[in-house]
């Protein structure tokens, strides 16, 4: 009988690497955190969050202080001396959508080094996101070959796909819908599941599939959500063209339905971030790989793509062309409660409006000025929500932050200039709060001028 784990070893501090080790480390499990950047491990050790996210802080804080985190740059001691290590390494996209594995594959030379040496049984574990079959023949094969070792007899390995959310990464991790594991053999899933069990409630469902289906239900969950929020998209451009329509109305009346869930079917500018794109562009590269041209995935990215020109064909509308016109746009990170802005609608929105003449373009954002200042460099003004909207034809609301929703008609009416356009894009304010001297628009609601 092998002993229970209770020492684990994380490789890959980002975001998914560095909630689940401080998750951990506070569930009283000893965690070795490694990471090959050193200048972002010596910034962790004095707790400091290499990225935006509310709680992560002071529970790093806490878990460095009573040892129960260590971080380090070096895999070696810190693999042997643990019996289980999870690879939570990036795997970014290249040009044509496909997945990168550099990162995955080195992670996986450097364990089977390690494992080289080890005696006794140590268990790897892909939480990284990973096409069906890479934990299998990639990260084991490597494993095995570096290491001399047998998976299944010397290692387990198994795949546990993560599903926490940026902005509320930590209340994932403590409360998750399900814990997914993808076990190569039986004695693999077998430990992981009594290692979760000890540091979840009962109640949380905790499912054992094989390697593959695991991996795979990262990518259907991430392509679904994306769906659902593509398809309120292309309902909400209907909507907008029929009199007195609005699709808030309309979605309260379809997700009535015990069959359909309301959740992510808020229409927008569209979704972005580190997963739902990627993913859903890995699995439609996977699913042509295989000779399946998989049409609906691919309209779910056309849909996207497309929802940040639609906005700015409203915005040429209303304001009769872009030139000399000064736009704010209040909120560039892909969702509240974070910095991040890859793949964020606000960057689309930018290069857009550019393209159709606008020169006046002025942005604000209570977390991601510095990493939109990376992006935009001068090709745009920043200021605070008064300085954007100070003067400005139209202000486009993309991020649904907090500080905005009690941004009042009156603050509008005096700060803005005709035709003063609010264009909502989000549904966050009241569209009967606006009289005739600001002129609304929300994503999905026909133009009531109209009526
Ligand atoms: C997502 C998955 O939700 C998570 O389970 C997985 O582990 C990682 O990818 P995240 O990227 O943090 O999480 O963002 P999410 O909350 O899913 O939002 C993605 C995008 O969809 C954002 O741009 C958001 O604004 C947008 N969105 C979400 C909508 O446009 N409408 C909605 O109704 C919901």
Known sequence: MTKAIKQVSLVGLGFVGLTTAAFFASRGISV???????????????????????????LLKKTIQTGFLRLTTAYDPAIAETDMTMIAVGTPSDAQGQI??????????????????????????????????????????????????????????CSNPEFLREGSALKDTMNPDRVVIGEYDDKSGRMLKAFYETIYSEQTKILRHDLETAEMVKYVANSFLALKISFANEIANICEQIPGMDVCEVMKGVTSDFRINPNFFGAGLGFGGSCLPKDVSALLKFAKEQGYSAPLLHGILQVNNHQPQHVVKIVETVLGGLQDKKIAILGLAFKKNTDDMREAPSIQLVKQLHEKGASQIFV????????????FHNTV???????????????????????YTNISPKTLQSLMVEPRLLLDGRRIFDPSSYDRSVTYRGIGLSDTSKL
């Open 100 to 157: 990168d594995l550099k990162y995955i594959k080195t992670a996986a030379h450097s364990i089977g080094q390690v494992l080289k040496q080890k005696e006794g049984w140590h268990l790897v574990i892909v939480k990284s996101t990973v096409i069906p079959g890479t934990t299998r023949k990639v990260v084991g094969k490597i494993i095995s070959e570096e290491s001399g070792k047998v998976i299944g007899r010397d290692f387990g390995l």
């Open 381 to 403: 003004n920043y200021g605070s929500v008064e300085e954007c909207l100070s003067e400005a034809a139209a202000c486009i609301l993309v991020t649904d932050w907090p500080e």
């Open 364 to 375: 604000t954002d209570p977390k991601a000025e510095k990493e939109a200042k990376r992006i």
């Open 32 to 58: 070795t955190g490694i990471d090959i950047d050193a200048e972002k491990i010596q910034k962790i050790r004095k707790a400091s969050l290499p990225f935006y996210e509310e709680n992560l802080e002071p």
